[in-house]
T-cell receptor, first 113, second 113 residues
Framework: QKEVEQDPGPLSVPEGAIVSLNCTYS??????FMWYRQYSRKGPELLMY????GNKEDGRFTAQVDKSSKYISLFIRDSQPSDSATYLC?????????????FGKGTKLSVKP | ETGVTQSPTHLIKTRGQQVTLRCSSQ?????VSWYQQALGQGPQFIFQ???????GRGNFPPRFSGLQFPNYSSELNVNALELDDSALYLC????????????FGQGTRLTVV
């Protein structure tokens, strides 16, 4: 079993839809959880960063972490064609200098006008 | 714009050759990590440098090596290139050892033929 599992999609939704992206993980030591967005031929861009369990909201984006279920989610409200990208979840057991990130495979999202 | 730049953007090498990839972090970012992202996969951690010392390593052979310089630039060196080394190589920098939020460059696309 991989440490981080993420459905690669592709996921296609109409403009304005609510998008739900998810990852599951097996390592209970993970405490730091991130979502990155990666456009084609670009490096990943940090979207959301959460420590431990709970919710975090930033504009149209909401990140949820449920450590008891080892499950994290990213919700995108009022999705736009510009949201079309690959979304990567990433997590780490340690902050800072030992905080190498373990990534999921990424979910490719397409938002149709 | 993350302030992290990588060069070159694309590179083609022959199997058995050696390659050096470069990364320029934001001024003041003491931590740099390198990742390998194969097509359709999430980034895989190669190693991390903190204040010019290796500070953690993923499951990559010794022919992958690195350097970090006082001017916030760094290098990834790969010896004896293999076809499977073809990937997008990403560097990510962080402000300091206590910071898990990593900011990625746009990557170098390496093709080994």
């Amino acid at each position: 079993q991989k440490e981080v599992e993420q459905d690669p999609g592709p996921l296609s939704v109409p403009e304005g839809a609510i998008v739900s992206l998810n990852c599951t993980y097996s390592n209970s030591a993970f405490q730091y959880f991130m979502w990155y967005r990666q456009y084609s031929r670009k490096g990943p861009e940090l979207l959301m960063y959460t420590y431990s369990s709970g919710n975090k909201e930033d504009g149209r984006f909401t990140a949820q972490v449920d450590k008891s279920s080892k499950y994290i989610s990213l919700f995108i409200r009022d999705s736009q064609p510009s949201d079309s990208a690959t979304y990567l979840c990433a997590m780490s057991a340690y902050g800072g200098s030992q905080g190498n990130l373990i990534f999921g495979k990424g979910t490719k999202l397409s938002v149709k006008p | 714009e993350t302030g992290v730049t990588q060069s070159p953007t694309h590179l083609i090498k022959t199997r058995g050759q050696q390659v050096t990839l470069r990364c320029s972090s934001q001024s003041g970012h003491n931590t740099v990590s390198w990742y390998q992202q194969a097509l359709g996969q999430g980034p895989q951690f190669i190693f991390q440098y903190y204040r010019e010392e290796e500070n953690g390593r993923g499951n990559f052979p010794p022919r992958f090596s690195g350097l970090q310089f006082p001017n916030y630039s760094s290098e990834l060196n790969v010896n004896a290139l293999e076809l499977d080394d073809s990937a997008l190589y990403l560097c990510a920098s962080s402000l300091d050892a206590g910071d898990t939020e990593a900011f990625f460059g746009q990557g170098t696309r390496l093709t080994v033929v």
